[in-house]
């Protein structure tokens, strides 16, 4: 165990993990030049396309200094706060974490709010200044932040490219040498902490834990803590480039056990495995549920692609256990699912699937918030649709989620950030310099004010120097109403929304403007309403058209009257015929991109 070094990455989007951690894999001879073009830490196609790691994973690499050998565990973690409990959780499988700076940027909110995650579960930090080969590095700045933030001395910030491995080596050897080893005892009862898993379709659920105490072999009959659900250690290993089997795993390794689970749902991250006969009795420390904070009706275009839209989510399920769904059926939509996701890139990546792994034309509406009603008889009913909210008359009050978020930006900036966090009904918590021209506020805030468009915004008036993390705190009180829209006097329910009493009336009359530009004119006026309870608070109207697309063609040249038929049908796939209108899949989603 004194050779083990377990350590993760921390590092804000974009900053150079991926690309360091490939070098990291050569410099060890773990892959070869040719494997590593390819960045070998994502292995999932939008993974690679988005630059963002997704699912965390955790190679092994061996590094021999001063004639010692040591075996190091780089375990990742996900790069983005919709995924903010799965690196709390690989963050407490490791000893030591390297703290990655891109030097032409400095500081952002997300390495902030995972650096004292790690700090908690005291990992040694080691600061990396990344990008130096860069003309535009500004190593002194960054330094000092650094400094700022986690002390230390300024000859300990290793100066780093992924670009042109410099720097590489020292990471290396401070990996090794400032890096505790683990501390765990192999003589007591077996305790492994689940940090990840990952679905095989031949091998089923693979989960990858870090041995905290004891010893697992092939074949012990083990138990997961969360579900009681007993299986054979089918096989364990060590995670190398492929999966290494092992007989037997100790106190401090890292790797892998198959089980034979089928579903994601038996394997709950941050949950223990231990021993059924002489296990441990207490579960690792910090396990959580996590639970979907963003919910939206996912219905299939064609109504007859209903079933295989089911399939399709049973199949993303198997590997994706913190996506929920259940059967909820729309008067304007049909029959679709209503979806729980962890955040709105976990709805996109979601729907991206669907479409593009399933071949499935999906709408998606308007998404929403967990909401819990508190009745008069004293019940609590959790809503995660707007037509789900009882009747007004047994509400007694109805909490909302909150979140506390950190924002980094330039001090610049700080006036009109101020200002969009108040409109979101944002409470300051803290407002601190963390160098002469960049501040970090905090804020409490309603978690459905960051689901309609609150980054865009923040990235727009700070013209992409400001960076934004966020934590759920809880439940709070909230004055909220449904808001209803109807087309030609028929309410829509897929475009209902429920929103803070203040909002209503200005949402109501942007959505009603913003409605009347996405749907196309038709044969008749079509009426646009918002309305609050039987109270209508805003009105517009679509003007008839009579639609001939081919008259420009005088009539002349077939194929291209064709071509133009067929664009238009192709326009069409995208349309939701709702009452005797036609609908645009954009209009579902209009009231997240209200201007
Ligand atoms: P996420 O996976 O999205 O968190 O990103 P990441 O932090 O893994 O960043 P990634 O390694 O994908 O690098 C982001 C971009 O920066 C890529 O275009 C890299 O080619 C580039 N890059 C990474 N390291 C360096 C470096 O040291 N120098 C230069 N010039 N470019 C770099």
């Given at each position: 165990m004194k050779h083990i070094r377990n350590f993760c990455i921390i590092a804000?989007?974009?900053?150079?993990k991926s690309t360091l951690a490939d070098r990291l894999l050569e410099f060890t001879s773990t892959v070869s030049e040719r494997d590593a073009q390819a960045q070998v830490l994502d292995n999932m196609d939008i993974e690679r396309e988005r630059g963002i790691t997704i699912k965390s994973h955790a190679i092994q690499m061996d590094y021999l200094l001063d004639g010692e050998k040591y075996v190091l565990n780089l375990i990742d973690t996900p790069g983005h706060v919709d995924f903010s409990y799965e690196v709390s959780r690989s963050i407490a499988?490791?000893?030591?974490?390297?703290?990655?700076?891109?030097s032409t940027q400095g500081i952002q909110a997300q390495t902030i709010s995972n650096l004292y995650k790690a700090i908690e579960h005291d990992l040694h930090i080691i600061p990396v200044m990344n990008?130096?080969?860069?003309?535009?590095?500004m190593p002194d700045e960054v330094e000092d932040q650094i400094l700022e933030l986690i002390g230390g001395k300024r000859e300990d910030i290793i100066h780093a490219s992924g670009k042109t491995g410099m720097g590489i080596e020292n990471i290396l050897r401070a990996i090794v040498h400032d890096v505790p080893p683990p501390v765990g005892d192999s003589a007591k009862p077996l305790q492994c902490m689940i940090f990840d898993s990952v679905f095989n379709s031949f091998r089923g659920i693979i989960a990858y834990f870090k041995v905290v105490n004891g010893e697992i072999r092939k074949g012990d009959l083990v138990k997961f803590m969360a579900t009681g659900k007993e299986y054979h250690a089918d096989e364990v290993g060590v995670l190398r480039l492929e999966m290494e089997p092992r007989k037997m795993l100790g106190a401090g390794d890292v790797g892998y056990i198959i089980s034979?689970?089928?579903?994601?749902?038996e394997v709950k991250v941050g949950d223990t495995i231990t021993h059924v006969k002489g296990g441990c009795q207490n579960r690792v420390e910090g396990f959580e549920e996590v639970k979907p904070m963003v919910f939206a009706g996912v219905y299939p275009i064609d109504s007859d692609d209903y079933e295989d839209l089911r399939a399709s989510m049973e199949k993303l399920q198997l590997n994706d256990a913190s996506l929920t769904f259940e059967p909820e059926s729309s008067a304007a939509l049909g029959f679709g699912f209503r979806c729980g996701f962890l955040g709105m890139l976990h709805m996109e990546i979601i729907q991206e699937r669907l479409e593009r792994e399933f071949d499935m034309n999906v709408i998606t509406t308007v998404p929403n918030v967990p909401y819990i009603v508190h009745t008069k008889k004293g019940e609590q009913v959790e809503v995660h649709n707007p037509s789900g909210l009882p009747e007004q008359t047994i509400i007694d009050w109805i909490d909302e989620p909150y979140i506390h978020a950190q924002i980094i930006t330039k001090s610049e900036y700080i006036g009109q950030i101020m200002n969009l966090c108040l409109t979101k009904r944002g409470e300051m918590v803290k407002q601190e310099y963390l160098t002469a021209d960049r501040v970090e506020l905090s804020y409490n805030m309603p978690l459905a004010e960051i689901v309609f468009d609150f980054y865009d915004k923040l990235k727009s008036i700070s013209k992409g120097y400001a960076s934004f993390d966020y934590q759920p705190i809880g439940f709070k009180p909230a004055k909220l109403i449904k808001l209803d829209i109807l087309l030609n006097g028929e309410s829509v329910d897929a475009l209902s929304t429920l929103i803070h009493f203040d909002n209503a009336q200005p949402l109501g009359r942007r959505m009603c403007e913003k409605l009347k530009e996405l749907i196309p004119r038709q044969q008749f006026d079509i009426a646009i309403q918002a309305a609050i309870g039987s109270k209508i608070i805003s009105r517009e109207t679509v003007k008839a058209v009579r639609k001939d697309v081919t008259a420009k063609c005088y009539g002349g040249d077939i194929s291209r009257k064709r071509k133009l038929l067929e664009k238009q049908k192709k326009g069409k796939k995208r349309m939701k015929q709702v009452g005797n209108v036609e609908v645009p899949q954009k209009a579902f989603m209009a009231v997240l991109k209200l201007d």
């Open positions: 804000h989007i974009d900053h150079g499988a490791c000893e030591g974490a390297l703290l990655i700076v891109d990008k130096m080969d860069l003309p535009n590095a034979g689970i089928k579903t994601s749902k």
